[in-house]
C-alpha cells in the first residue's frame, strides 16, 4: 500500500480543514462589509431625522403659500364668499 493510499484520510481531512478557514475568512469579510454599510446607513438615517423636521415645516408654510397664491387667483376670476383649499 502507498504513503498516499494510506494516508488518504488526513489529506481529505485536511484539505476539508483549508477550505472551511478559507469559507470562514470569506464569510467574516463580507459580515464585516455588510456591518460598515449597515453603521453608514443608520448614520444617513439619523441625519435625515435631524433634517426632514425643517424640511417638513419649509414645505408646509410653501404649500400654504402656494394654496393662497391659487385661491388669490380664482377668487379673480370667479369671485366667492368662500374658497377652501385642502
Known sequence: MSFFASHIGWFLAGGFAVTAIALYFRMKYH???LARR???AERRFDLL???V???TDASAE???AACARIL???NALIPADVLLCF
Do not use: C, K, M, W
Open 53 to 55: 423636521p425643517s424640511l
Open 31 to 33: 459580515i464585516d462589509g
Open 38 to 40: 449597515a453603521e453608514r
Open 72 to 74: 388669490e387667483r380664482l
Open 49 to 51: 431625522q435631524h433634517v
Open 62 to 64: 410653501s404649500t400654504g
